[in-house]
């Protein structure tokens, strides 16, 4: 496994010395930023307006957060941009399968925050205008062609050659396209989902995206992609350094939100990561699956139990795994470490799966899917609790009560 994680043909630290200035610069970008937020969300009085079901801080919180990650993931970026483009000029540098030969990693990484930029736009949209479910995945498809511009997209070929099947190109690009969709959508909806208590979504997307780069280090140490590995390595060091830069003002007791545009930008980088580990197929393509444990476990909880229990898909509820831990007692910092503590079990578990075979990192991941779903059953997680009862039966779902006109009110937990 060692062997794997260190290649011979350059050392961690030679890579490292390269673009390890893209994380302090992101963190501090997203450090200061975020107070501005802040301040502007106080004066504009973009407030999140507590609740009694899905909403239960104590009082109006400044949203706008996102706005801050966005200010230092871009910071990152780029410096990783003029790094790549003085490095390897317009041509970029020499292209390995699974990409067009007319997208140098420069550009792959404009393309990149382009998109990344895109969605956070239609989550601040959703924060200040309350949008529609529909017209959010919308957004969020429009900003996944921006990955399709750039020609990122799953190595299917090379997935059918592993089976010794060979396909069309137009087959394949039929494949890729719908894929590319439902990454992205699945995770940026995922993180949204996830963003419910403070500090949750955030430091999991730390641990995830810290674990996406040692996983991007490794294949950098063996040369595995002259594009793929320094357009990973970016994205992953500006991800991480913005997120633990907003951490500080977002850790319980939250001055701030990162409403909808911080998760959907969040969710975006972690999908184009998942993406682009599949422009060659391995156990490095299963291992971020498993790295993204937490938030696609959560999303399946919430989404099964709503639909064993008959209620609407999109209505937001108490469904989640957070909110099911703190109706049973647990205070908000005793949920966020579990919830930290499984991310990084997940993460741990990816990484030991990248070194093995590809077969094996597959039986891996089926493995820790059906731990999963036992531990979900045995901890009787698809069960309404007393709580969801009580409130089920003094909020009824129809009719619907009108009320006067109050300022719009926006949920950290999102639909």
Same mark, same amino acid.
């Given at each position: 496994m060692l062997a794997f994680f260190f290649g011979d043909q350059f050392s961690p630290l030679q890579i490292l010395q390269q673009y390890w200035p893209i994380f302090p610069v992101a963190f501090l970008v997203s450090l200061l930023a975020t107070p501005v937020c802040r301040r502007v969300a106080l004066r504009l009085g973009v407030l999140d307006m507590p609740d009694d079901t899905v909403k239960t801080h104590s009082a109006p919180t400044a949203y706008l957060g996102g706005v801050g990650i966005l200010a230092g993931f871009t910071a990152g970026i780029l410096i990783g941009f003029f790094m790549l483009f003085t490095e390897h000029g317009p041509a970029g540098g020499a292209l390995s399968g699974g990409w067009s030969i007319r997208y140098p990693d420069w550009l792959i990484l404009a393309g990149?925050?382009?998109?990344?930029?895109?969605?956070?736009?239609?989550?601040?949209? $959703? $924060?200040?205008?309350?949008?529609? #479910?529909? %017209?959010?995945?919308?957004? %969020?498809? *429009?900003?996944?062609?921006?990955?399709?511009? !750039?020609? *990122?997209?799953?190595?299917?070929?090379? =997935?059918? &050659?592993?089976?010794? *099947? %060979?396909?069309?190109?137009?087959?394949?690009?039929?494949?890729?396209?719908?894929?590319?969709?439902?990454?992205?959508?699945?995770?940026?909806?995922?993180?949204?989902?996830? $963003?419910?208590?403070?500090?949750?979504?955030?430091?999991?997307?730390?641990?995830?995206? &810290?674990?996406?780069?040692?996983?991007?280090?490794?294949?950098?140490?063996?040369?595995?992609? #002259?594009?793929?590995?320094? !357009?990973?390595?970016?994205?992953?060091?500006? @991800?991480?350094? =913005?997120?633990?830069?907003?951490? #500080? @003002?977002?850790?319980? #007791?939250?001055?701030?939100?990162?409403? $909808?545009?911080?998760? @959907?930008?969040?969710?975006?980088?972690?999908?184009?990561? @998942?993406?682009?580990?599949?422009?060659?197929?391995?156990?490095?393509? !299963?291992?971020?699956l498993i790295i993204f444990g937490l938030p696609i476990l959560d999303t399946a909880v919430a989404l099964v139990r709503r639909l064993v229990n008959k209620r609407p898909l999109f209505q937001s509820d108490r469904g989640h795994l957070y909110d099911q831990l703190m109706d049973r007692g647990s205070s908000v910092p005793r949920t966020v470490a579990i919830c930290y503590a499984l991310a990084a079990l997940y993460a741990i578990a990816g990484l030991i799966a990248s070194a093995q075979r590809l077969r094996y990192a597959l039986l891996t991941f089926i493995l820790i899917a059906i731990i999963s779903a036992y531990a979900v059953a045995k901890g009787r997680f698809l069960q309404l609790t007393t709580l969801d009862q009580d409130k089920r039966l003094s909020n009824p779902p129809s009719p619907r009560k009108k009320s006067s006109p109050t300022p719009p009110q926006h949920s950290q937990t999102p639909d």
């Open positions: 990149i925050g382009f998109g990344a930029a895109l969605a956070c736009g239609v989550g601040l949209l $959703d $924060d200040l205008l309350d949008i529609t #479910p529909w %017209q959010k995945l919308a957004g %969020q498809a *429009i900003a996944a062609c921006a990955l399709i511009a !750039v020609g *990122i997209k799953p190595n299917v070929a090379a =997935a059918f &050659a592993y089976l010794n *099947i %060979q396909i069309h190109p137009a087959l394949e690009l039929a494949i890729a396209l719908p894929l590319v969709l439902f990454f992205i959508l699945g995770a940026t909806n995922s993180l949204n989902l996830l $963003d419910g208590i403070d500090g949750l979504c955030t430091g999991v997307t730390a641990i995830v995206t &810290a674990s996406f780069m040692i996983l991007a280090l490794a294949l950098a140490t063996w040369h595995h992609s #002259p594009v793929g590995d320094p !357009v990973r390595l970016v994205l992953c060091l500006a @991800m991480t350094g =913005a997120a633990l830069g907003f951490l #500080p @003002m977002n850790r319980h #007791p939250a001055r701030i939100f990162m409403g $909808d545009a911080g998760s @959907m930008l969040l969710g975006f980088v972690c999908g184009t990561l @998942m993406l682009l580990f599949a422009e060659k197929i391995g156990a490095w393509t !299963v291992a971020p």
